[in-house]
């Protein structure tokens, strides 16, 4: 049973460049969380999907968006990339309101 | 959105000892607390979970004591093992009703030495 899978592993972009990331849920799964990860620190909540629809966010601005598809899979997108997002981005997959499984991440640096 | 301290920043056990690593959090209307394990290079995976209606939750070598009236959890890890090394990360939910949207830690970076 394939856990969460997201692509790609590594991206490097410039600054005000736009990146799309994706994540594939736990067979099963069909709620999505994403979060950003800083060096040294905890993972911090962007927003979840849920039946394609955006159901809560974190404190991210309007430049972070996602996107749930039939297939319960999403993508996080980040527009006008700034030096600060250089970060671990991390999918989680779960049941509604159940315990979250975090997928190994993709490491995005700004340049 | 919920707040979680988590203590200490960082720490080294001897192998055989225990490990112990605390967290406060601030909203007492949630039920769900997690730990989580995070290895270099991957993602957290989830540890053990306690809700407040006990005390205390045991999985092998891994004990979560939970403190409702004082708002505060703790990891204890038996007989550590250099397995171990990693970065552990207290969680609480950030939102009513979810238990996946998270409010994590800062983490404390465990090193378990021969």
């Known amino acids: 049973d394939a856990g969460v899978t997201q692509s790609p592993t590594h991206l490097i972009k410039t600054r005000g460049q736009q990146v799309t990331l994706r994540c594939s849920p736990k067979s099963g799964h069909d709620t999505v969380s994403w979060y950003q990860q800083a060096l040294g620190q905890g993972p911090q909540f962007i927003f979840q999907?849920?039946?394609?629809?955006?159901?809560q966010r974190g404190n991210f601005p309007d430049r972070f968006s996602g996107h749930q598809f039939p297939n319960y899979s999403s993508e996080l997108n980040v527009n006008a990339l700034l030096l600060g997002d250089s970060a671990l981005y991390l999918c989680a997959s779960s049941l509604l309101n159940t315990e979250a499984f975090f997928g190994q991440g993709t490491r995005l640096t700004v340049v | 959105q919920q707040q979680v301290k988590q203590s200490p920043q960082s720490l080294i056990v001897q192998k055989g000892g225990i490990s112990i690593i605390n967290c406060a959090y601030e909203?007492?209307?949630?039920?769900?607390f997690p730990w989580y394990q995070q290895f270099p290079g991957k993602g957290p995976a989830l540890l053990i979970a306690i809700r407040p209606d006990v005390s205390e939750k045991k999985e092998g070598r891994f004990t979560i004591s939970f403190n409702k009236s004082a708002k505060q959890f703790s990891l204890h890890i038996m007989d550590s093992q250099p397995g171990d090394s990693a970065t552990y990360f207290c969680?609480?939910?950030?939102?009513?009703?979810?238990?996946?949207?998270?409010?994590f830690g800062t983490g404390t970076r465990l090193t378990i030495i021969p």
């Open positions: 969680a609480a939910p950030g939102f009513r009703g979810g238990n996946e949207k998270l409010t």
């Open positions: 909203n007492t209307a949630f039920d769900y």
């Open positions: 999907y849920y039946e394609e629809e955006e159901r």
